[in-house]
């Protein structure tokens, strides 16, 4: 199993440009989420996934969609990049009770 | 959002000293995870907990999911070079929602 893989690892973006960060995992969980981590500030939920077709907001959902058409994958979409959305980019996947991490996307916004 | 308080924020021990480190929320929470991230990875789950006064361990880690369900403590015994990273606290209650801690820095000088 690869467990949880998310591309790209690095990506620069100009301010208003728009990208689609990857994520997929091969466990079968149905719940999958993605969260950003900052310095000092730990790591934030953005959006979040029960089952294909469902997704809900999570602290900071502000400037990002997601969509979940199938149970392996849940991309992370930015409309119009600024340069408060410069961070660390983590999808996770798990059953009930526990989350398993991919390995991250270092994301800047110029 | 959920507010989960993480202490101490950094702890500098000798090797072969033992660590303790624990994190409190202002609700009451089913879930308690613990995690370790390394520079330039996501984090890595130790331990879960799924019950008030469990007490779960893995090799030289010990995690214990308080009485009051409002609180989760993490010990480490007879540290090592390797240990080394950053230690983050998670927490779900009736929501599917996590929340993460600050994290506590640990350092261990051989």
């Known amino acids: 199993n690869a467990g949880v893989t998310q591309t790209p690892k690095f990506q620069v973006l100009k301010t208003g440009q728009s990208m689609t960060l990857q994520c997929a995992q091969d466990?079968?969980?149905?719940?999958m989420s993605w969260y950003r981590q900052d310095p000092g500030m730990g790591l934030r939920l953005i959006h979040y996934s029960v089952g294909a077709g469902i997704t809900d907001q999570g602290e900071v959902p502000n400037g990002y969609n997601v969509s979940r058409s199938t149970t392996e994958d849940f991309p992370l979409r930015l409309l119009s990049a600024a340069p408060s959305q410069t961070s660390v980019y983590f999808c996770?996947?798990?059953?009930?009770?526990?989350?398993?991490f991919g390995p991250g996307t270092r994301l800047t916004v110029t | 959002g959920q507010q989960l308080n993480q202490s101490p924020q950094s702890m500098f021990i000798q090797e072969g000293e033992d660590v303790s480190m624990n994190c409190t929320s202002s609700s009451i929470f089913n879930t308690w995870l613990w995690y370790k991230q390394e520079p330039g990875e996501g984090p890595v789950l130790l331990i879960a907990?799924?019950?008030?006064?469990e007490l779960t361990s893995n090799g030289r880690l010990t995690a214990q999911f308080g009485i009051t369900r409002k609180d989760s403590f993490l010990n480490i015994s007879a540290s090592i070079p390797s240990d080394v990273g950053i230690y983050f606290c998670a927490g779900q209650g009736s929501s599917n929602q996590f929340y993460f801690g600050t994290g506590t820095s640990l350092t261990v000088i051989p």
């Open positions: 466990m079968n969980h149905e719940y």
């Open positions: 996770a996947s798990g059953r009930q009770g526990a989350q398993y």
């Open positions: 907990l799924y019950k008030a006064g």
